[in-house]
């Protein structure tokens, strides 16, 4: 039976730690301030809106919301995010995407300063990854991989990792990461031969699985021992959330594996907080 990497764990204790990086930073005469920036009112950012806020409150980051209505035009909006991008008060900020679709998604992304994107999302924060420069920062879900591997004891030190992939969101940034802690990194995607990626992942000793497929990664891509980090939120036939890791075909033989719902995505609200508190650190004379 694989040992059940749980989210709530890892992101309690990021949450401690986090705490005790704001008294450190009040200290110094420094608020944290995290910066929440949303056009309308999808159902799914207002979700995560919620979380965010509970997480902020839990941590002691102030967190100041910018709404704005559907209608509002690009040159407004961009105007608002260079406000935001000059206000010395805020450290981080989170700008919930996808945009309306009159409004340019690189555009915004390229106004947003790296040095406040506690997201990930500018082209900045991702050069910053592939470089290793650590300019701007990861985005939260990667990170979040990245974070329970960590508190798990999971060193990726000369260990062969599948990413199943290719998103700027998970798949390339995660491999980035994964290959700064010296792992050996295969990034498969939706045009590599089924087969091939079956074994790929059978050889494999941790798999990410990002690919956005329900239950996706069975039992054929299953090896002795590995390690399973699932980042794939779906539904399944019945109805319920699940995972791109068929849990029930892959855990007899796993050694550890991340729950859908309760695994990677647990955390990324308290990886929220920790990188908007790095941002803030940065302030620091």
């Not at 997201?119 to 920062?137: E, K, V």
């Not at 990245?146 to 062969?160: L, N, P, R, W, Y």
């Not at 033989?253 to 991340?258: E, G, K, P, S």
């Amino acid at each position: 039976m694989a040992e059940l990497l749980k989210g709530k764990a890892v992101a309690d204790a990021l949450t401690e730690k986090n705490i005790e990086t704001v008294g450190r930073l009040r200290e110094a005469g420094v608020e944290p301030v995290l910066a929440i920036v949303r056009i309308g009112e999808n159902p799914s950012d207002l979700s995560y809106e919620r979380g965010a806020l509970k997480r902020a409150e839990k941590t002691g980051v102030t967190v100041k919301q910018f709404i704005y209505d559907e209608t509002i035009d690009q040159e407004s909006f961009l105007n608002e995010i260079e406000k935001i991008n000059d206000d010395d008060s805020i450290h981080g900020v989170l700008i919930f995407r996808p945009l309306p679709k009159h409004i340019s998604d690189e555009a915004v992304r390229n106004t947003l300063v790296p040095e406040k994107d506690v997201d990930g999302i500018t082209d900045g924060s991702l050069a910053g990854i592939f470089t290793g420069s650590h300019r701007g920062f990861a985005p939260c879900t990667a990170r979040a991989c990245m974070e329970i591997a960590a508190h798990s004891g999971i060193d990726f030190t000369g260990k062969k990792v599948a990413v199943l992939g290719r998103s700027l969101v998970i798949g390339k940034p995660v491999a980035m990461m994964a290959m700064e802690q010296n792992a050996t990194v295969t990034t498969c995607h939706s045009r590599t031969g089924a087969d091939e990626m079956k074994i790929i992942c059978r050889e494999s000793d941790i798999i990410i699985a990002a690919m956005g497929r329900a239950k996706m990664v069975d039992a054929e891509y299953a090896g002795e021992d590995q390690v399973f980090l699932d980042v794939g939120i779906n539904v399944d036939e019945n109805g319920n959330l699940c995972g791109d890791v068929d849990f029930e075909a892959v855990e007899p033989n796993a050694a550890m594996i991340t729950p859908v719902p309760g695994g990677v995505g647990a955390i990324t609200t308290a990886v929220l907080m920790l990188q908007t508190l790095e941002a803030a650190q940065r302030t620091v004379k």
